[in-house]
């Protein structure tokens, strides 16, 4: 699919922090697609309590990253 | 206001930078519509950086998106009928009706929890809803006592094939 030219691709827009900067894997859409749709059959078998621990702790993730970097600054 | 949900991989592929998400992300903005991910999104996410290898591109992308919702404006509002599992049983008696034939669980849970924040639109690259019949899946939806709506369901696809329209002109 052709590029845009005139738009910054979202990850050009958003500089990298240090925890991010390292090498950023290409993104191959059939491979992080196909690993969603794995996600999609993996959630027909989640409880609730294992799904609500899911976003926890990835709010949980940000919600340090950021607490670490305000207190840095 | 207007909203608009993004689904999953929708997210994964406009933090990917690719070109069709971009375009769909630039289109809803222009048209004054506010972004919004549901709960079973964002669960997922978590899910995807728990279940994934750490190199696999679908871990780094889904806590890159994460991290990145609020500088892309994009907001995670909670809802009372998410909380208490309504809009789940809800999307369970609509998969068990057959108006989406072939869509896991949290496909249809992510299609009613956009209908119970009153969102007019879901951008999704899911087949199953993107293939579902919308007259009745509508008003399905808006049988479920919760002040929930009826959502177009719209691929980047149909997006960009708008936008190409509309250059035409």
Known sequence: MKKRTNVKSATDRIPMNKSTSGARPVFDRERVFAEVDASNRRFEKYTADQRRRFAAAIRANRLGVHETCRVRH | ?169
């Open chain 2, 1 to 169: 206001m207007r909203l608009a949900a993004l689904d999953t991989k929708f997210l994964l592929a406009f933090a990917g930078g690719e070109s069709d998400a971009e375009e769909t992300f630039e289109y809803l903005r222009k048209n004054g519509f506010t972004l919004i991910v549901t709960e079973s999104v964002l669960e997922q996410l978590g899910e995807l950086t728990h279940s994934c290898n750490k190199t696999h591109p679908a871990h780094y992308y889904a806590m890159y998106a994460y991290w990145t919702l609020p500088r892309w404006g994009i907001l995670e509002p909670a809802n009372p009928y998410v909380e208490n599992g309504t809009s789940g049983a809800h999307a369970e008696k609509i998969r068990e009706q057959g108006l989406l034939p072939n869509a896991t669980r949290i496909e249809a849970e992510i299609l009613v929890e956009a209908s119970c924040h009153r969102c007019d639109l879901l951008v999704t690259f899911s087949e199953p809803l993107l293939n579902a019949l919308p007259g009745p899946l509508n008003l399905a939806l808006m049988e479920g006592g919760m002040d929930a709506v009826a959502v177009a369901i719209a691929s980047p696809k149909m997006i960009a094939e708008r936008l190409g329209g509309m250059g035409e002109k």
